[in-house]
């Protein structure tokens, strides 16, 4: 089995120094039990890498689980989780302490496993139930050696994604989990995984599960056109019909140099990712709608008159195709919402601004999407998904950025001024009149008729005097 002697500081250093204290404790309580303990998976990966793993996972081989537990009680507190899998959370650490299980497939699904602790597992049989080689490294905490019994390391350094073995056909989700670690660390799949991957039946599939693949795409993804090429190249794209719709749907070479809609949007999403905040939920909303924005497209194209090819009203056809592929992963009807508006809306940008559009135009978009500053970022994606064509800020982004910015609607819809309490203030009392007094003065406001109350009561009394109410 291939070992590695390398000081232990090489992996230890890029852990907290109470990750790292915890780390050295329980290795040297597992070997003076009888066992051996070692940093597993990600988080071996990550240091290798040269990155601080977030989460960190220990397994001790040759200590029951009873064993396990009673060490861990000496110093530490603790949940278990699941006595099937044998997994304790060390509270007020980042770290999972394990003990070898092995898995047998059972029926269809992500649940049918049959999974037993086996603390006397050799080492290659453990790693081999993980699903990429470059996950099936293990790192002694006390002499640094690490354990690569497939050759990961190797993969890792030269940037390649292959998986450990047969193995991991037994969980179809992990297809997807090699899109995202594609776009994450710029991985290049191997081409048996490939070949592997394309026979992997899409069945059984919890849409949450699913859904978690694709979030974590768009929000750890530098690189998400090479995770998107990886669907195309194995065929699982096809389990996304309106993705695999963008696949060979032409662009005006033009304005779209960079190939057809489905090029496209695998560059627009490398701008998003190189342009993210750090707030997922701003960030997943964006994402999503740069992934989504040209659904629309494959339903409209075609060849004008001129010889060139448009693709008119794709913007507003994109809605349902955007609603139907996220209503596939998610329930999350507000989430869904808030990404078919910026689909829909995504031209809008550009079209006030050759319009040279006024302050109600632009008070007017800020209410139908809700916050100006998404579509904004949604419009730079776009007009920097165009490569060789020069990137840079849009135009039109920093002009209706500046607007919407003037106008206190940058990142809200315009908040209505004129409200039920300053009728009942007149003497009114609430009836069906109400919604119709109210609703004229929200689009009167939207108009710049009025900017404050008392503007506003200026206009409900005209308003009033004119319809006799």
């Not at 602790?117 to 139930?129: G, M, S």
């Not at 990429?132 to 890792?156: A, Q």
Request: charged share 30%; with cysteine; aromatic share 8%.
């Amino acid at each position: 089995m291939p070992r590695d002697s390398r000081a232990p500081d090489t992996i230890m250093l890029k852990l907290s120094k109470s990750d790292a204290a915890a780390c050295r404790w329980i290795s040297a309580a597992a070997k003076e039990a009888g066992g051996r303990a070692y940093l597993v998976g990600g988080c071996v990966r990550d240091s290798l890498l040269g990155k601080t793993p977030k989460d960190i996972d220990i397994e001790i081989y040759g200590l029951t689980p009873a064993m396990v537990e009673k060490t861990l009680s000496r110093r530490f507190r603790f949940e278990m989780v699941g006595k099937s899998f044998g997994v304790w959370i060390l509270k007020g650490f980042c770290i999972d302490v394990s003990v070898p299980r092995t898995e047998r497939k059972t029926g269809e699904g992500h649940r049918a496993f049959d999974v037993e602790c086996d603390p006397f597992l050799p080492v290659e049989a453990a790693c081999a139930r993980r699903d990429f080689t470059v996950n099936s490294m293990l790192c002694d905490c006390l002499t640094g050696e690490i354990v690569d019994p497939y050759g990961g390391r190797k993969d890792l350094e030269r940037g390649i994604l292959r998986h450990t073995s047969d193995k991991f056909s037994e969980d179809p989700l992990r297809v997807l989990r090699a899109m995202q670690f594609i776009a994450r660390f710029g991985f290049s799949p191997a081409q048996e995984t490939v070949e592997l991957c394309s026979k992997i039946p899409f069945e059984n599939l919890a849409p949450e599960r699913v859904f978690e693949e694709w979030k974590k795409l768009l929000l750890k993804g530098s690189k998400i056109s090479g995770g998107l090429n990886f669907l195309r190249d194995c065929g699982w794209i096809r389990h996304f019909p309106e993705l695999a719709a963008c696949s060979g749907c032409p662009q005006d070479p033009e304005w779209h140099p960079e190939g057809d809609v489905f090029v496209h949007t695998g560059f627009c999403l490398d701008h998003f990712a190189a342009h993210r905040t750090g707030d997922d939920r701003e960030d997943l909303v964006v994402g999503l709608a740069v992934l989504c924005h040209d659904f629309g497209k494959p339903l409209c194209t075609a060849f004008g008159e001129d010889g060139k090819i448009h693709s008119y009203g794709h913007d507003v056809l994109g809605a349902r195709p955007a609603r139907e592929f996220l209503g596939r992963m998610t329930r999350e009807k507000s989430l869904i919402e808030e990404v078919v508006v910026l689909v829909e809306r995504h031209m809008a940008v550009l079209d006030l601004w050759r319009s040279g559009a006024g302050d109600s135009a632009i008070r007017r978009l800020a209410r139908k999407v809700g916050r100006i500053d998404r579509l904004v970022r949604v419009d730079d994606a776009d007009r920097n998904g165009r490569p060789p064509l020069e990137p840079g800020d849009s135009p039109q982004g920093v002009w209706i950025s500046e607007r919407a910015r003037e106008l206190s609607v940058r990142d809200s819809a315009p908040k209505p001024i004129l409200m039920g309490r300053h009728l009942v203030s007149r003497g009114m009392r609430p009836s069906e009149k109400f919604k119709a007094i109210l609703s004229a003065a929200y689009e009167a406001q939207l108009d710049g008729e009025f900017s404050d109350e008392a503007g506003a009561a200026e206009w409900l009394g005209g308003f009033l005097r004119e319809h006799g109410a």
